[in-house]
């Protein structure tokens, strides 16, 4: 269950909002119970904690994982109750501060939405899953979960649709393509390498052009703030690091390419046909074993 979400989810969904990592200690504790699959334990530490320190965009956190928790077990009703507790707690806490001002609270209003749309997918009722979402990315447009929302929007409708264009990256005519979304900050981006480098070197005779867009966070190694020049060359060495034999070139640094391909997920992989169409649109790392034979489907 959580754990199939491979323990690694509250640095992700952090660092995806353009935060340094912040830990929480009832969001570790919430987290650790679920890994378990203790609900009542996990809503015993949310709990004491709103007893003692009320209602904090900490706490709202934590009762989003709890959402995420029951939608992976299929656990709808349960999910969709934590999910509108947790929207309904954060639109109180908006009426006291900005959504950006801190990581906790978009991380939970984010996850609420996103998990209400999915038990809407999961009931059959996608129309109006995408409704909701197109409704509350156009009220949080301006925020750092949009990227969040539509990713969830791309889940629901981009496979089989044609790419959306990007910034300073032409994807090329007649030819596949493997869109990879990476951070400088993110360790399972670098952990793909392997992967992108098996396949570039199966495929790229073939015709397979391979794409690596990343974006700036405002911070660079060990959270330390940056200028967008420090930043910038902080990514240049990053991909001259890992990525220098999948990527060569400086990598294209745009924010609108990640709003628009909703990669509030680290790495994001999209595949896209001869014909600019999205064969594969996914959120996460993938095996090789996984990747693999949907890139050979771009060949047939």
């Known amino acids: ?35 378990h699959a203790d609900f009542p334990k996990a809503e015993a530490y949310i709990h004491s ?16 994982w709890m959402a995420r928790a029951a939608l992976d077990l299929k656990k709808y009703d349960q999910a969709e109750k934590y999910a509108d507790e947790t929207y309904q707690l954060s639109k109180s ?3 006291k501060r900005r959504l950006d001002q801190e990581p906790h609270l978009p991380l939970a209003l984010g996850a609420a939405i996103e998990v209400e749309a999915n038990v809407m997918a999961a ?3 996608r129309v109006q899953a995408l409704a909701y979402l197109r409704e509350q990315r156009q009220k949080y447009y301006a925020t750092s979960i949009r990227a969040r929302i539509q990713k969830n929007i791309n889940l629901l409708t981009l496979e089989g649709k044609p790419a959306p264009l990007l910034e300073r990256v032409t994807l090329p005519k007649g030819k596949p393509a493997l869109i990879f979304f990476w951070a400088h900050w993110c360790g399972d981006c670098h952990a793909e390498v392997p992967v992108l480098a098996q396949l570039k070197a199966e495929f790229e005779s073939k015709g397979l052009a ?10 660079v190694a060990g959270g330390k703030d940056a200028s967008p020049a420090a930043e ?22 745009n924010s609108a390419n990640f709003l628009r391909y909703g990669a ?4 994001t992989l999209v595949l896209v046909d001869r014909g600019g169409i999205v064969r594969l649109y996914h959120p996460g790392a993938m095996t090789y074993a996984e990747l693999r034979p949907q890139v050979e489907k771009l060949f047939r």
Not at 49 to 64: D, N, Q
Not at 210 to 219: A, E, F, K, N, R
Not at 232 to 253: D, H, K, L, M, T
Request: aromatic residues 8%; proline residues 8%.
């Open 264 to 267: 509030s997920t680290v790495p």
């Open 93 to 95: 806490e908006l009426a």
């Open 210 to 219: 391979m794409l690596g867009p990343t974006q700036m966070y405002g911070y």
């Open 49 to 64: 904690y709103r007893a003692s320190h009320g209602v904090t965009p900490e706490a709202l956190e934590a009762m989003s």
């Open 123 to 125: 009931r059959g009722v």
């Open 1 to 35: 269950m959580v754990n199939a979400m491979k323990g690694r989810v509250l640095l992700l969904l952090v660092s995806s909002l353009g935060f340094p990592l912040v830990r929480a200690g009832v969001v570790e504790d919430v987290v650790g119970a679920l890994n």
């Open 232 to 253: 910038a060359s902080y990514i240049e060495q990053v991909r001259q690091r890992y990525y220098a034999n999948i990527f060569p070139g400086p990598a294209p640094v």
